[in-house]
Each structure stands twice: as C-alpha cells, then as structure tokens.
C-alpha cells in the first residue's frame, strides 16, 4: 500500500494541470495548489499517506456527510421530509430546481440541502451548541480531539455567501426554514470551515467502511443499514453534477468539498482520503479524482 500512495503522489507531483482554487471564498482562494496529500485508513486501524498527509485544509462539503449521519441520528427518516434523495444534475449551489420543487433541495450535499439539514437539527438550540455538537461528532468518528472550526473561513465564506442567502431565503418563502436564516447559515459556514488533515479525514471515514462500525476503535456509530444509505447517497449525489462522471471515472462513492479534499469509501476494504486545492470546472478536486482513479486501478477497490 505504501509503494502505491507513494507512487501516486509522485505522479501527482510533476502534474502540471491541477485545476484552480476555489477563488469565491477568498481565504479558500489564498492556498497554494501545488500541494498534495492521501491517506488510507484500514478497518485494524492502520494508516497509510504520502505527501502532505498532516496538512491541515477545510473540508467544506465533506462536512455534509457528518451532519446528515447526526441528522438521521436525531430525526431518522424525518430527514426526508426536508431534503430528497436523487442526484441533482446541478452545480452545488443551484437556485433553479428549488423553484420547481417548492423549495425542497433535492439532496442533503447540495449546499441548499445542506442548510436545510443544520436547520432541522437545529430544533430550538443556539448556533453554537449544535455547532458544538457537530465538532464533537467528527471528533468522535476520527477519534481525534484536536480537530477543530477554522474561524478565518467561516468568516470569508459569510462576508461572501449572497448565494446561499438567497438559497436560504428562497426555502424560507416556502416555509422551509424554521430558525433565523442568519443562524443558520452561520452554522453551515462553521461545519463548512472545519480544518482536518488527509489523516485525520481518512479516519473519520472508517464508520461507512465496516457497516457502521469503527473497527479501529470497536464503536458502533450507526446501523449498518444506516451506512449503506449514506453511502449510497455518497456514490449517487457525491460530486455534485460530477457524481456520474465520479463514478464511472473511480466507483466508490465520495463526497468533495472546495477545499479540495475528498472522502472515498471502499466498503469491507478502506476509507480514503486525497486532497488537492485546485478544483474541475465542477468544483471537484482534480487531482484528487485522478489520484482515486489510480488507487482503484491499482487495488481493484471499485464496487463495481
Ligand atoms: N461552504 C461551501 C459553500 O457553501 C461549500 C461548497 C462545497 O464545498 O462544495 O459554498
């Protein structure tokens, strides 16, 4: 495993087209692109990475993949009533299928599904203590305490994010909302702005690899009916309007974020994690898709 991680991450270091940073989230757009990382986290609690595993970057919408899995924790098939489950064809930050749905994102990692989910699992409680309780979450599943918000982040996404205030307010007229928009997306923009490392999120991972359980650890954190759902949403809506092209390309399901990272699931074998800053024209790491194209070639890990 680690010729092949180290393989990889020498391919990935002479690539001289890696996409482009986030540039809408201006602390997003400072990275340096020529980074990479991956790391792959076994079930017997091993970790294997090669390049610059330890770096810290902001997962942005890998977070989506926590606060769902706290989400059906606390509200179980209710969640469906606030978010669809199909994929939806449009960029991550769509207004136009909202209007045609009577404002019900049609999955929770679009960013309006998103901010649909951190408004029912806000039930009443101030932005910082479900914020509190997310961080702890993600602490616990990557058995990790140090993990914590970027509060630098959080702040240029909400000094930016007209358009999740408008996808906010438009769920808002449907009576879709039921905290302060203001309050809520605060708290998107926090989970959105948590810092980890490729290490570190290929821990937190390990939960979806073994039906639920971190076998690492011997904690159950969902069924494993519940893990099979969550990742099948991670295979189907994953990618954005890139999700198929993520699946024909590598056959894991994965969640992106525009940090540049992606979390990719290897049922029965591996979680993974790769991080690259510069982003497709879709938003989605681009050396991170190859970087998983290679590994799944190498390992034959495609669920298909
Ligand atoms: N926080 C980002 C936003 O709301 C998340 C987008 C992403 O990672 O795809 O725009």
């Known amino acids: 495993m680690q010729e092949i991680l180290d393989d990889i991450a020498e391919v990935m270091s002479t690539a001289t087209e890696r996409g482009q940073v986030a540039d809408y989230i201006p602390e997003l757009a400072a990275v340096n692109p020529n980074q990479f990382a991956i790391s792959v986290a076994l079930p017997n609690g091993q970790t294997y990475s090669s390049g610059c595993a330890q770096q810290l970057f902001s997962i942005q919408s890998i977070s ?26 449009d960029p991550f930050n769509s207004i136009v299928q909202l209007e045609h749905e009577q404002g019900k994102p049609r999955n929770p990692f679009i960013n309006a599904g998103a901010i649909a989910i951190v408004d029912a699992i806000m039930m009443g409680h101030e932005p910082k203590e479900l914020l509190a309780e997310i961080l702890q979450f993600v602490r616990f599943i990557a058995n ?81 009916r519940r893990a099979r759902r969550i990742n099948s949403l991670m295979l189907m809506c994953g990618h954005y309007d890139g999700s198929g092209e993520f699946a024909y390309r590598v056959g894991l399901p994965g969640k992106s974020g525009v940090g540049g990272g992606i979390l990719a699931i290897a049922p029965n074998k591996a979680s993974i994690a790769v991080w690259s800053p510069g982003l497709d024209k879709i938003g989605n790491s681009k050396l991170g898709t190859v970087a998983l194209e290679m590994l799944v070639q190498r390992t034959g890990w495609s669920i298909f």
């Open 144 to 224: 990790d305490n140090s993990i914590a918000i970027d509060e630098k982040v959080a702040l240029s996404e909400l000094a930016t994010g007209h358009r999740n205030t408008a996808l906010a307010s438009f769920m808002a007229s449907f009576g879709r909302i039921e905290h302060e928009i203001p309050q809520v997306l605060g708290t998107y923009y926090h989970q959105c702005s948590i810092s980890m490392s490729c290490e570190q999120l290929a821990r937190s991972g390990l939960f979806l690899v073994s039906d639920g359980v971190n076998k690492s650890t011997g904690i159950r954190v969902v069924s494993s």
């Open 64 to 89: 989506k993949v926590f606060s769902l899995t706290l989400a059906l924790g606390k509200l179980g098939d209710a969640v469906w009533n606030k978010v669809g489950r199909e994929p939806s064809g």
